[in-house]
């Protein structure tokens, strides 16, 4: 039975995309040091990365857009994610295993979800390495395009340093309207 674990980088962020990985591995081939991808350092997600696409007998990565996310909602971006990258497989999974308590109506198999899964289930800390290496490595290069927000350093999550930048610089076509932080500075701008 052919089993993927599904998970996302990049809900809480106020600027660039949401990434969605599912990924079946192949139990001859186990990766060692698979955990959820927020328990492991930068260096060892980067180390694990190659050895889960290289292992994984399928794997897929969505990315869903800030104007996705502003229309659909985070919640909504998320499920239509995860549906994505579970039908974008190569092989056809039986079950989605996938992290938290919800799962999207529209999957293309049958579907389990598992809260705190990305640290007990090994599909779903792969998906979960999968999706934060895709996000972060993104991030990094709409910093070069984007200067001044400083994306390499903070990947779009609302630190101090980003919400300055916004209030100096306005938002970039990377930031999320419906985000609260981002939808106030643009009401505000409207009203002068």
């Known amino acids: 039975m052919l089993v993927a674990g ?6 809480g962020p106020l600027a660039g995309p949401l990434a969605v990985a599912a990924v079946i591995l192949d139990p001859d081939r186990p990766i060692a040091g698979l955990n959820d991808s927020k328990k492991l350092s930068a260096a060892k997600r980067e180390a694990l990365y190659p050895q889960i696409i290289e292992r994984a007998l399928a794997y897929c990565i969505v990315l869903i857009e800030p104007d996705e ?5 985070i919640f909504q ?9 579970v039908a974008g497989l190569a092989l056809v999974a039986h079950e989605a295993l996938i992290d ?4 999207p109506k529209d999957l293309p198999c049958r579907g389990r979800a598992i809260v705190g899964g ?17 996000r972060d490595r993104l991030m990094v290069g709409l910093d070069a395009i984007h200067p001044g927000y400083g994306f390499a350093i ?3 999550y609302p630190t101090p340093v980003h919400l300055n930048a916004l209030q ?4 970039c076509v990377q930031h999320r309207r419906s985000f609260a932080p981002v939808r106030v500075l643009l009401d505000q701008a409207r009203l002068f």
């Open 6 to 11: 599904v998970d996302e980088a990049g809900r």
């Open 100 to 103: 938290g308590n919800k799962l």
């Open 154 to 156: 903070h990947k779009g």
């Open 168 to 171: 100096q610089l306005g938002p």
């Open 69 to 73: 996310i502003d229309r659909l909602n």
């Open 77 to 85: 971006a998320t499920m239509t994610g995860m549906s994505r990258a």
């Open 118 to 134: 990305d640290a007990l289930e090994p599909a779903i800390s792969a998906a979960s390495i999968l999706a934060k290496v895709s």
